[in-house]
C-alpha cells in the first residue's frame, strides 16, 4: 500500500510578516532541513554574539538599520540586505538605529523548537536550552 503525504509548505508576504513582528524571536516554519524566524531588535539591543558549529544562517532586513558582525569584521545592513553566515562562524546582529531592526533568518539545519515565541530577548536567554530544535518539523 503506497501512501502519498501531502505538504503545505510555506507561503506568505514575507516582508509584511516581518515588519509586522514585534518580537524578538518568531518561529514560524521548520522543516527538516531549514527553519524560518522572524525576528525584531530594539534600538541599541543586539542577538548576542553566537556560533553554530552545525548550521548555516541567512539573514534578510526589511527595516531598519544595523551591523552584523562575522568573526569579527563588521557588515553594516540596512533595508533589503541580505548575509550569510556559514556554519562555524562566529557573529552577532546589532540594532545601530533609532528604529527596530526587523529581519528574518534561515537556519539549516533548524535551530529551535517548531513554534518558538520570545517575546523579549531575556525571555529567549532564560529560556534558551529547553528551546533547542527537537526533530519536530510545522508539518
Not at 505538504?7 to 521548520?30: M, Q, S
Not at 522572524?38 to 532586513?61: K, N, V, Y
Not at 545601530?96 to 536567554?125: I, M, N, R, S
Amino acid at each position: 500500500m503506497n501512501t502519498l503525504t501531502t505538504k503545505r509548505g510555506y507561503c506568505a508576504d514575507i516582508d509584511e510578516a516581518t515588519i509586522a513582528n514585534n518580537d524578538f524571536r518568531r518561529v514560524l516554519y521548520t522543516g527538516e532541513h531549514l527553519q524560518l524566524v522572524l525576528m525584531s531588535l530594539a534600538p541599541g539591543e543586539e542577538i548576542g554574539e553566537e556560533t553554530h558549529p552545525d548550521r548555516d544562517q541567512f539573514f534578510r532586513f526589511e527595516e531598519g538599520e544595523g551591523v552584523v558582525v562575522i568573526d569579527g569584521v563588521e557588515n553594516r545592513v540596512k533595508d533589503d540586505y541580505a548575509v550569510i553566515v556559514p556554519a562555524g562562524a562566529r557573529h552577532n546582529v546589532k540594532n545601530t538605529g533609532e528604529e527596530p531592526l526587523q529581519f528574518y533568518t534561515l537556519y539549516g539545519p533548524p535551530e529551535h523548537k517548531d513554534g518558538t515565541v520570545h517575546q523579549t530577548k531575556a525571555q529567549a536567554e532564560a529560556q534558551h536550552d529547553e528551546d533547542e530544535w527537537d526533530g519536530r518539523t510545522t508539518e
